[in-house]
């Protein structure tokens, strides 16, 4: 069986899987689980990834769950890809990012998306605006971290592009629908426009494209 990765395109966390897997040339076949009609809880997929979220990953008898530690397996198995530093510390500031990524950035940015963009295609009613101040202080906090970290640098950890650039960068595929704050911070704006200029963006940006046209039939 060739690699499949179980996914939702539209979501950032599905996202951040499928850019690394285009990027660096994966042969995978994309299981859609489309998360408006509940696919993440159907029992075969359940005995994939008990958690009922996606993405996840299966290569042989492995089955494997969370976004980062997909990205980490894929760039490990593509070492010429160079997404996945060999020094032991700059590997580090990779991971490092990936969790402030897990920890703060993510849970800030879903704030925002959950209340502008999931809540309305789901039928959950308006914004609530006091969860929707929380979400703005929440990632311009964040956001204020992240455009420091690049200011200089081309990309998060230095000049080169790594997974950590994917994990942070997936949630920028929302800007727009969640109105993320991200006026005031060139960096990230200046990052982000060279993320979604790579071709594994595009190419992933289309299967997001046909995702949503699927979800809506």
Not at 22 to 28: E, I, L, P, Q, R
Not at 144 to 159: E, K, N, S, T, Y
Not at 168 to 178: E, I, Y
Request: with cysteine; glycine share 6%.
């Amino acid at each position: 069986m060739s690699m499949r990765i179980h996914a939702f395109p539209p979501s950032p966390r599905a996202f951040k899987a499928l850019v690394v897997a285009n990027h660096v040339g994966a042969d995978f076949e994309l299981r859609l689980i489309d998360l408006t009609k509940g696919e993440q809880r159907q029992a075969d997929y359940v005995a994939i990834n008990p958690n009922m979220k996606m993405p996840a990953l299966e290569d042989g008898d492995l089955k494997l769950w969370e976004s980062n530690a997909i990205l980490n397996y894929l760039a490990a198995k593509h070492p010429e890809s160079g997404l996945l530093p060999a020094d032991d510390r700059k590997r580090a500031d990779v991971l490092r990012w990936q969790f402030w990524e897990s920890t703060t950035w993510d849970p800030a940015c879903a704030i925002l998306v959950f209340e502008r963009v999931v809540k309305p295609a789901f039928g959950g009613g308006a914004p609530d605006p006091v969860k929707v101040e929380e979400g703005l202080e929440k990632v311009r906090r964040a956001a204020a971290i992240l455009d420091a970290q690049l200011d200089g640098r081309a990309f998060v950890c230095g000049d080169a592009l790594t997974i950590a650039d994917f994990s942070l960068g997936a949630v920028l595929t929302m800007k727009d629908l969640a109105q993320l704050p991200l006026e005031p911070y060139a960096n990230i704006r200046r990052w982000g426009a060279q993320l979604e200029a790579l071709p594994a963006w595009q190419a992933t940006s289309a299967m997001q494209a046909s995702a949503f046209k699927a979800a809506a039939a």
